[in-house]
């Protein structure tokens, strides 16, 4: 009975100490100034504004990050460690004076290439170096000119002649035929040579000439 009434009285004891240490932490952060950071965050050259940049306090869980154009504004208090992160780039702590003047710190923050030198790592599709020359032994390696042989056969030849397209000067002959058969349309119906007497006195009268036996 004795030693449970000495547990609860160290279990009340030591409860009360730490309600008092929050207390007392409490009524510290309390009594220190509310200060509005506000700045623009830059890469090493100071050329390009970095946005996306974490802007954190750890120890109070709060916080924000920079803008488009590398800006960014929150308020922290004395004495905090504000924290800039950034994938890439070097992590940098800014300290919060523990008395400040004014209510605002304003900041032109430069953060650093964190290059980070990698040892080279060689990829394998297989685990030794034995399998890997068991596989190429064992493959079944298709001879190139058999392949060339059956692409140059007269069927496949045909067929590709078959499917291609018609070249720049085909196109351009059958365009010209085209607007010539339009201009006709135009103009009244297609003539028919047959018909038409002036062809048939010229026809006749190169056969007086002669111009059938000349062209033999």
Do not use: C
Not at 14 to 35: N, T
Not at 138 to 151: E, K, T
Not at 168 to 179: A, D, H, L, S, W
């Amino acid at each position: 009975m004795n030693n449970s009434i000495i547990l609860r009285s160290a279990f009340i004891f030591l409860l009360g100490i730490f309600f008092s240490i929050q207390h007392v932490a409490a009524q510290d952060e309390q009594d220190k100034k509310v200060i509005q950071l506000s700045g623009i965050i830059l890469n090493a050259d100071s050329t390009d504004a970095v946005a996306g940049v974490n802007v954190y306090v750890p120890k109070k869980g709060r916080g924000t990050s920079s803008g488009r154009f590398g800006y960014f504004s929150m308020p922290v208090l004395e004495g905090d460690s504000v924290v800039f992160s950034f994938i890439g780039l070097k992590r940098q702590t800014f300290k919060i004076p523990d008395a400040v003047e004014n209510d605002r710190i304003s900041l032109i923050l430069t953060m650093e290439v964190d290059e980070i030198a990698l040892a080279e790592v060689e990829v394998l599709p297989y685990p030794t170096e034995e399998e890997f020359k068991k596989a190429v032994i064992a493959m079944n390696v298709v001879d190139p000119m058999s392949i060339s042989r059956a692409n140059m056969s007269p069927e496949m030849l045909l067929r590709w002649a078959e499917s291609m397209p018609a070249s720049g000067t085909e196109n351009f002959r059958y365009f010209q035929q085209g607007q010539m058969l339009q201009n006709q349309d135009l103009y009244g119906p297609r003539p028919l040579r047959l018909l038409d007497p002036f062809a048939w006195g010229q026809f006749i009268r190169s056969i007086k000439r002669g111009d059938l036996k000349k062209r033999d």
